[in-house]
């Protein structure tokens, strides 16, 4: 490529390349951090570093196969999250295998996803509007602006740019087709296939026909009459629609099989969401986009919304919410671009406020699909306006574009590591609950014990306040529903004060303030039955078995959970009472899914040990081994292969094992052995030599280890190495019988 054909390909696509190096510049430091806060750390280190592909196809199979996710957010809400992602979850998978945990991999993914996204975006632009200008400034704003902060350096959350990178790519194809007037059959089909594979990745791009209709409506504004534009779009986007028909049958299905619940909401209940929440969340997302000037990831914050329907802030709301829509309307012809971005980013935002039941209320990130309509909106507008001075205008978007940089650098940097995260969470907080919250997690993050005494008081101080401060007070129906309440709230608080006396050690005061968050709390409640839990945790360590009982059932009445089965059954085995012991034990066993993991192990060793049954235990130790990160699920499920003479199957179990713990012990000495009994002696050899030379390994697999090389180098007449190695034995256990048989042997010889 000669230089005059660079600069000629430059200077006629300079609205496209000039925001994509602007954006790696700007995000460029962001691939340099670790993964910002503890709680990734502890996803990272958990999920993706100990496992070989076929494992993740395993455990895609075993927990994942329907692509059915479920969560509470107990911080935010008692609703329980769930989610289908059938395409998405084994991508999930594949990305963690490929990048093993390592931070440069996830930022760099997670940056270049919205570089593809940006670009997908301002060609959408120039096809809309036919202008570069707009098309660059619509993606320098959005790409600058300071609440996409969150989904591009969010290492974990790649999946939410990778669908808005399909929906802007779905976007720009379908207004290029149009305008060549390309349209057929096979390209209708196309789009059928697109809108299909991308609501099987991200659920939130559900409303991808909607804004097949509205782009091409538009579109065609200018050359048609309403009526026509609207029949064209509706039979372009028609098809569309029936796929994401078909895909919210499919979904609550499999919801229904997975949950043994209806995803759908209560009609009450939907109409209060619609009328009551919506309008106040709509608000707060749309001051984000046009006034990102306080700035926080705390969804609770918006818990100072109005309490009651027809407040202040409910009226102001739906009167903001109303003059958008009439703005929509009235703006059709003379901007018809401001029209459709802000049709547009009502459509895209909707699915976080209503269609897809979220834990957390309204989060920054769930703007960054909808903040890109509104945004081309707004440039289109200004170019319109200013028709006859553009550079003007030019000029002071660009100064807009230098604030939001400047401002999302800002933040950038706040999102470093967890001290600096949480310190900005903590300053942006706009609730006492809030900021005692994230000065815990300040907290734990510290290695100083003194300073992270000091943290913890200052959340037990500020939690206190709080609750004092909190006036009871009669409130709407569907904040108890959400447990956002000020009891509930009030219950969370006196929670989180009881965990921090907990890591403080003050045994008298965790107990006194979870009794007090058990008063606050409603009854049935999803705190109630963690409440319960901590409660029978704290009972079980006091060895007070019967009080710890009493609450495990109460926190599974309210919330059947494994995790509780698990902490059942091991009260009753303290109890000697060895029937219920297995039954709650068989009972936490049988529910298998990412969160739950402590009892397959468990299980497989007592059906080993008290029924003999090791073929089954050889199953449990599987899942086990899936579902852990942890080398003895491993360990057993091999011992277990050899005993029922399953080599092959037990020499797989060690190479996986090895694979994530590769200086185990343990598993290092069944590799010898199984390659020795394989036929590969010079391999076992140098395995067995390997674990002797290790400082860490245990005695008593040193000496076996040993004892094998003794007769192995005996068998070759290799005299030396038999004395060398049966001299470590005696080094270690000096009554050994076997080794002081050898060494009389060899002296006599």
């Not at 008692?78 to 998978?93: A, C, D, Q, W």
């Not at 996204?117 to 300071?146: Q, V």
């Not at 919250?437 to 992270?452: F, G, H, P, R, V």
């Not at 902490?567 to 000697?576: D, E, P, Q, R």
């Amino acid at each position: 490529m000669n230089k005059s054909f660079r600069f000629a390909y430059l200077r006629e696509n300079y609205f496209l390349v000039l925001p994509v190096l602007i954006t790696i510049l700007l995000y460029l430091i962001s691939v340099t951090y670790g993964f910002r806060n503890f709680d990734e750390d502890i996803l990272i280190k958990d999920f993706y570093v100990h496992k070989t592909f076929h494992e993740y196809i395993e455990k895609y199979l075993l927990i994942h196969f329907k692509g059915v996710t479920e969560a509470y957010g107990f911080a935010f809400s008692g609703i329980k999250n769930i989610h289908v992602s059938i395409l998405g979850i084994p991508t999930f998978y594949i990305i963690s295998f490929l990048f093993h945990g390592k931070a440069f991999l996830f930022h760099s993914w997670s940056l270049l996803l919205h570089c593809l996204t940006l670009y997908f975006f301002i060609r959408f632009c120039f096809n809309m509007a036919s202008n570069k200008n707009i098309a660059l400034f619509a993606g320098l704003l959005w790409t600058l602006h300071p609440t996409n902060v969150e989904p591009i350096i969010w290492a974990t959350n790649w999946a939410h740019s990778f669908g808005t990178a399909l929906y802007f790519y779905t976007l720009k194809k379908i207004t290029e087709l149009d305008l060549k007037k390309e349209l057929s059959k096979n390209n209708i089909l196309f789009i059928l296939f697109i809108s299909l594979i991308q609501i099987l990745f991200t659920e939130h791009t559900i409303t991808i026909p909607v804004l097949i209709f509205l782009s091409v409506f538009y579109l065609s504004i200018n050359s048609r009459t309403l009526l026509i534009s609207f029949k064209k779009a509706l039979k372009i986007s028609l098809p569309s629609f029936v796929i994401i028909f078909f895909y919210w049958l499919i979904r609550n299905i499999l919801i229904s099989q997975a949950t043994g619940a209806s995803s759908g909401l209560h009609l009450i209940e939907t109409f209060k969401r619609i009328f009551f929440l919506s309008p106040q969340i709509f608000m707060h997302q749309i001051k984000l986009i046009l006034l990102p000037v306080s700035l926080s990831i705390d969804q609770i914050d918006l818990l100072e919304l109005d309490r009651q329907i027809l407040g202040i802030r409910h009226v102001l709301s739906i009167i903001i919410f109303i003059l958008f829509i009439l703005l929509i309307l009235f703006s059709l012809r003379k901007y018809k671009f401001l029209s459709f971005g802000a049709a547009a980013s009502l459509i895209t935002i909707s699915p976080f406020i209503q269609i897809i039941p979220l834990y957390s209320l309204a989060a920054e990130r769930y703007n960054y699909l909808s903040s890109a309509f509104l945004l081309f909106g707004l440039t289109s507008l200004f170019f319109k306006i200013f028709e006859t001075r553009h550079k003007s205008i030019i000029v002071v978007l660009s100064l807009l574009c230098l604030i939001l940089g400047g401002r999302s650098f800002l933040r950038i940097i706040e999102w470093k590591d967890s001290q600096t995260l949480f310190l900005s969470t903590i300053n942006t907080s706009k609730t006492l609950l809030k900021k005692g919250i994230w000065t815990y997690n300040l907290a734990i993050c510290q290695n100083n014990e003194k300073k992270k005494g000091e943290l913890l008081k200052l959340s037990i101080n500020l939690l206190d306040l709080f609750i004092q401060e909190r006036n009871s007070s009669i409130q709407n129906s569907l904040f108890k529903k959400y447990e956002l309440d000020n009891d509930s709230l009030k219950a969370k608080a006196a929670h989180r004060i009881a965990t921090n006396y907990e890591i403080l050690n003050d045994k008298e005061n965790y107990l006194k303030y979870l009794l007090k968050a058990l008063d606050f709390s409603t009854p049935n409640s999803q705190i109630q039955a963690l409440i319960f839990k901590n409660l029978g945790t704290f009972y079980f360590q006091e060895n007070a078995l019967n009080k710890s009982l009493e609450y495990y059932k109460k926190s599974s009445l309210i919330s059947p959970n494994p995790s509780i089965d698990y902490a059942i059954s091991v009260c009753y085995l303290k109890m000697n009472d060895l029937p219920n012991y297995e039954k709650y034990l068989e009972k936490a066993a049988s529910v298998i899914s990412p969160y739950n993991k402590s009892p397959f192990k468990t299980y497989g060793q007592f059906l080993e040990a008290s029924k003999n049954d090791i073929s089954t235990a050889v199953r449990y130790y599987k899942i086990a081994s899936l579902v852990e990160n942890n080398v003895e699920p491993y360990i057993l499920l091999t011992a277990a292969q050899l005993k029922l003479g399953q080599i092959d199957k037990a020499f797989k179990s060690v190479k996986d094992g090895l694979y994530g713990f590769p200086n185990n012990p343990s598993l290092n000495y069944f590799h010898a052995v199984i390659q020795i009994n394989k036929g590969k002696l010079s391999e076992g050899i140098k395995d067995l030599i390997k674990i002797v030379d290790l400082n860490k390994t245990p005695k008593d697999i040193k000496i076996e280890a040993c004892h094998i090389l003794v007769n192995i180098f005996l068998n070759r007449n290799e005299r030396d190495k038999a004395l060398k190695y049966n001299e470590v034995i005696l080094s270690i256990d000096k009554t050994d019988k076997e080794a002081l048989k050898v060494k009389e042997n060899l002296m006599v010889r």
